[in-house]
């Protein structure tokens, strides 16, 4: 079992590591952000002290070391917009990105299952036909189109929601219908394709011959044995819901981790982008660790044959 957690972990470090290299790499490819720092009419001087100021005048390989090196000092560098040290700014818009995101990703499994055991126990019924029309939908139409349409229909036609912003609960409304949709139309197909199958098997015939009441049968007996393949699609979602908070954020003006990832790549404010890259990367690829590490506790037969 030990062997078995510490290789997860291992791939989980060079996973991430990976990702930032490639950030950092791209990043210093993508142009020069004294652009956006100084006005187009900023003398040359001007651009080349700030640049040996930012330490961009060295190397890549140079800043690539420096920035790994303090990385593990844990400075993680200072925003050029907001000259503070981005690990400050991005900790005052996590809160707002974690309860969006805890939020989507609860009612996302909690109704997926719900909606895939329903049509698995009532299949080939018009509540089945229903729930799986719907899933299609759900994880077909891309996240911020259904936010559109949600802006359009409820905020700008019926005015019954707020378009923008997280001050109030009915803030929440639409930006976490949109980032649950897709992963609960998922978690919702695999859920009832995995029922289908345990409900075949023969155990379930004995155990209502025994008088078993029938939703014990269902959600005890025939949800357990369903849950490996439907854990591992719960964590993947989660990294699309991790993934997929920057662009809700966007189109519902959210003030979170998101927003402020698509703002450092449009100043190329580089120390914030990297940031916010480490913290989703690693966010991501410890919940897909974490999802491994699930395989063992409910199948022993994994971590017996590692």
């Known amino acids: 079992m030990t062997k078995f957690v510490v290789s997860r972990l291992f791939k989980a470090v060079i996973t991430v590591w990976f990702i930032v290299s490639l950030v950092f790499v791209c990043t210093r ?24 100021s930012l330490g961009l005048d060295r190397p890549v390989t140079a800043q690539y070391v420096s920035y790994f090196a ?31 995101g805890v939020l ?6 909690l109704l997926g299952v719900l909606l895939g055991v329903m049509a698995a126990v009532h299949r080939n019924s018009p509540l089945d036909r229903i729930t799986m029309s719907a899933t299609i939908a759900g994880y077909t139409v891309p996240n911020f189109v259904f936010g559109i349409l949600l802006i359009f229909l409820f905020s700008l036609k019926l005015r019954m929601l707020p378009s923008g912003g ?15 949709m897709g992963p609960m139309a998922n978690i919702a197909r695999l859920t009832r394709s995995s029922m289908l199958d345990v409900l075949r098997q023969d155990y379930l015939e004995c155990a209502r011959s ?8 269902i959600f005890k007996h025939s949800l357990r044995n369903a849950l490996i393949p439907v854990v591992t699609i719960i964590g993947l979602q989660m990294g ?4 997929g908070s920057v662009v809700v954020e966007t189109v519902f003006a959210w003030p979170g981790i998101g927003s402020l990832i698509v703002n450092a790549a449009k100043t190329r404010d580089f120390p914030m982008l990297q940031y916010g890259i480490l913290i989703i990367a690693a966010a991501v690829t410890l919940t897909n660790t974490m999802v491994d590490l699930s395989y063992a506790f409910l199948d022993p037969r994994i971590r017996d044959n590692f």
Do not use: Q
């Open 240 to 243: 699309i819901i991790i993934g």
């Open 210 to 217: 025994k008088g078993v009441p029938e939703i014990v049968v």
């Open 70 to 100: 303090d990385a593990l000092r844990g400075d993680m560098g200072c925003s050029y917009k907001y000259l503070r040290p981005v690990n400050e700014v991005f900790a005052e818009s996590a809160w707002a990105t974690v309860s969006l």
């Open 166 to 180: 997280n001050s109030t609960a009915a803030h929440y409304i639409m930006p976490t219908l949109t980032l649950m």
């Open 29 to 52: 490819m993508s142009g020069d952000p004294t652009l956006w720092i100084l006005p187009d009419d900023a003398p040359e001087a001007a651009r080349i002290e700030l640049r040996e």
């Open 104 to 109: 989507a990703f609860s009612l996302a499994i």
